[in-house]
């Protein structure tokens, strides 16, 4: 495999959130730099005005027009600036401006990652409410994703890594009320295929273990509250069985997470949102990243929001967007070892079983 530094395009986020925060202090270590080549998209005066604000020390980005321009053999931070001079910054507040200044971000990364200007895109959090509009139509940068980089077959996939948990998501952004119209026999055995799939090809876990959880509490208690688990998940269960896939269930989630039967498993897929997101914040803590699977691209993020409470305080962990970065170059190189190792496989040989027999004497 090439030894490369990966070129990693990182987003701003929301401009009033803790983004810059997390931003410079994770960059206050510089050697991230000698890891890889950072390329920030987003604002250099906005970079200094969180850095004097809270009394940051400095970190020295060098602008740039294009990831083009990067050199590998130095451990700079670079920045694309994005936005115009006079943008607006209100910390903690949810402001137009504010998600204009994201989406502009989001556009210029993804334009470069699907022309090979960067290897991986790594996003700051957004607010869904200040960035939607005409030019973001979307729940969140998953669905975003999949619509700009995803070919017709391609079907993006939430997947929450961290402290050797990885849940994937059945539903993602979608209201409690629609969940049950969406969790169908089809989408749960797609869910559990394509998350095998991820588990072999970005993670590295050849015949990955996935654990199903119940959509119903106490799995339904034989149809008692519910039999979403007898008449969908169970099938879909032995459907993906015959795919090869190896996955067991359905578990109530409360008593999975609790008795700590999630660690026998190296993968969990959860129904719906906060079915899986919750414990694993709760386990993960500040480790947690946000994985977009099932692209051609290479996307994470922290597994926190914009968190407008804190915004500006001084008091915003890095810790997750640091994980968030160590991933994605972490699933890069996966990805490139699994296709070397299955680049020339070996041709299936048919054998005439009979052909080395001795044939009997004839009388």
């Known amino acids: ?188 055995a797609d869910s559990l295929v394509r998350f095998n799939r991820s588990l072999v090809t970005d993670f590295g876990i050849h015949s990955p273990r996935i654990a199903v959880l119940s959509l119903n509490p106490h799995a339904g208690d034989g149809g008692v509250i519910g039999t979403e688990e007898s008449d969908i998940i169970i099938p879909a269960i032995s459907d993906a069985g015959k795919k090869k896939v190896l996955s067991f269930g359905p578990y109530p989630a409360d008593g999975f997470f609790g008795s700590g039967t999630y660690k026998k498993f190296d993968g969990i897929l959860a129904m719906y949102h906060d079915q899986g997101l919750t414990p694993f914040k709760l386990l993960a803590g500040e480790n947690g990243v946000n994985y977009t699977a099932g692209l051609p691209f290479v996307r994470t993020s922290p597994d926190h929001g914009t968190a407008y409470d804190i915004a500006g305080k001084g008091v915003a962990d890095p810790q997750s967007l640091r994980e968030a970065i160590y991933t994605a170059m972490d699933i890069y190189r996966n990805r490139i070892r699994e296709a070397e190792a299955t680049r020339n496989p070996l041709r299936k040989q048919n054998f005439d079983r009979g052909s080395d027999r001795v044939p009997r004497e004839q009388n």
């Open 1 to 188: 495999m090439e030894n490369k530094k990966i070129k990693v395009g990182i987003t701003h986020g929301d401009i009033n959130g803790i983004g810059y925060e997390t931003l410079l202090k994770t960059f206050e270590d510089t050697r991230l730099g000698e890891m890889c080549t950072p390329v920030i998209y987003g604002s250099a005066k906005i970079a200094a005005f969180y850095r004097k604000s809270l009394n940051l020390p400095e970190v020295k980005f060098t602008q740039i027009a294009s990831p083009a321009e990067t050199d590998s053999a130095t451990d700079r931070v670079y920045m694309v600036n994005v936005v115009p001079e006079d943008t607006r910054v209100e910390p903690g507040q949810a402001t137009p401006e504010g998600g204009a200044a994201a989406l502009a971000a989001l556009r210029r990364a993804v334009a470069d990652l699907r022309e090979g200007e960067i290897d991986v895109l790594v996003t700051c959090p957004i607010n869904k409410n200040s960035i939607h509009g005409e030019e973001f139509d979307f729940p969140g940068h998953t669905e975003y994703l999949e619509a700009e980089l995803g070919d017709d077959d391609d079907k993006a996939m939430m997947i929450m890594c961290g402290e050797g948990l990885r849940v994937a998501l059945v539903t993602i952004h979608d209201s409690l009320a629609g969940v049950t119209g969406k969790v169908t026999r089809e989408a749960v």
